[in-house]
């Protein structure tokens, strides 16, 4: 793996061989840890997450550690894993401010993809991805906005948890656009992702048990066709039979991304606007052409993409059953691509993977990416989402898989 450069991530590993610990309810750690292994992570903490040797949060980017010290204090993620038996070891890469979703950044590019050298490892929390890849990391957190923890699970071969909104305390964590934002972990197996939400998951009244495993078509076309047919094709291997049904007709999922990106790009400008103006800092194209996108919005466009998720998320019970339902699809649309690739080129790919993330995003809903499938000779995670709640189901479907 690369030098970690200015985006790192916070890198755990577990004293001696100790599982993780069930902590009490309310106790954790902060975003953007590691535990169970040599774990990476996504370095995104407000004045810094982690208080060993003095290291600071560049975020990815080369103004924003500018006047800023090292926090004083553990984000509470990080603390829930260190007192549940992780050991820092540490930190990793990042795109700028969590606002990539390539794992790329303009001054440090990115790191390798140990499944894949000559791919892209995926981001935001690209870093985390690689570490936990190399074996590095057993565990490593990091930051899930609109998909900075599926894409990189998925192109790196690893297993990924994005939480129920809300679940993860944010407490210490640089926040992108918070209506969105959560914090997910990565892991070399299903057995430590699941320990790791038994340590981070604050509680919170589960849905009932799922009894049905369905394969979403209609999220399935937003893939390459190859990609769909190997998600599918890994389920009765592993997970056994599903059937096959849409997840949504009306509206369909080929329009949710419109509406998510809207919310999450006029937050995500309100979270840096005031930085912005006052540092001026330099950005890569992607995430400089991302904030003046948020800017732009106009009120009748935040309102309408507001109006939709609330209709939504009114259904949302129905369309997972009142939780008794899990679907799968592939978790992006394709493997990971290559590297290199012109920015024009980039951006349309950043926008079919954004426009299958942006579903559980919407829903605020919990998505568990599972390692379990290969697209032309390149990893491809199995995505699950369930309902909001059905964490601890979807986990201990990840630590069986």
Do not use: Y
């Not at 690369?2 to 954790?28: E, F, K």
């Not at 103004?63 to 007192?83: I, M, S």
């Not at 929390?125 to 190399?134: E, N, R, T």
Request: net charge positive.
């Amino acid at each position: 793996m690369r030098r970690p450069g200015p985006g790192a991530t916070r890198c755990w590993t577990r004293s001696g061989d100790r599982p993780l610990r069930r902590l009490p309810a309310g106790r954790g750690t902060g975003a953007g840890a590691c535990c169970g292994g040599a774990p990476g992570r996504g370095e995104l903490r407000g004045e810094g997450p982690d208080r060993r040797g003095g290291l600071g949060d560049p975020g990815g980017n080369p103004d924003w550690a500018h006047g800023r010290r090292p926090a004083a204090r553990h984000a509470e993620a990080v603390r829930r894993l260190l007192d549940g038996g992780a050991r820092f070891v540490g930190k990793t890469h990042t795109d700028e401010l969590s606002r990539g979703i390539f794992g790329e950044t303009g001054g440090e590019g990115a790191p390798v993809n140990p499944r894949a050298p000559h791919r892209l490892p995926g981001g935001s929390s690209s870093g985390s991805a690689v570490a936990v890849a190399a074996g590095q990391a057993a565990l490593a957190l990091g930051t899930d906005t609109g998909g900075s923890v599926r894409a990189p699970a998925s192109f790196c071969g690893v297993f990924g948890m994005r939480p129920t909104h809300g679940r993860v305390p944010f407490e210490g964590v640089l926040p992108q656009a918070p209506s969105f934002d959560t914090l997910g972990w990565l892991a070399a197996d299903g057995a430590t992702l699941a320990q790791a939400g038994a340590v981070l998951l604050d509680p919170m009244a589960a849905p009932p048990a799922p009894e049905r495993l369905v394969f979403a078509t209609d999220i399935a076309a937003l893939a390459d066709p190859a990609a769909a047919r190997a998600a599918l094709g890994a389920l009765p291997r592993r997970l056994g039979e599903a059937t096959e049904a849409a997840f949504c007709a009306d509206p369909p999922v080929s329009t949710w991304a419109a509406p998510q990106g809207a919310l999450q790009s006029r937050e995500a400008w309100d979270t840096f606007a005031d930085w912005i103006d006052r540092r001026n800092p330099r950005f890569s194209w992607e995430v400089a052409l991302n904030f003046l996108t948020g800017r732009d919005r106009t009120a009748g466009e935040l309102e309408a993409a507001a109006a939709f998720r609330a209709a939504l998320r009114a259904r949302t019970p129905a369309l997972f059953d009142g939780g008794r339902t899990v679907f799968a699809f592939p978790a992006t649309p394709f493997g990971a691509p290559p590297r290199g690739l012109r920015r024009t080129e980039a951006w349309a790919l950043r926008a079919r993977v954004t426009g299958m993330t942006a579903i559980a995003g919407l829903l605020g809903a919990p998505v568990v990416v599972l390692p379990l499938a290969e697209v032309e000779g390149l990893p491809l995670g199995l995505a699950l989402m369930g309902a909001p709640g059905s964490d601890e189901a979807l986990l201990s479907i990840a630590a069986r898989a």
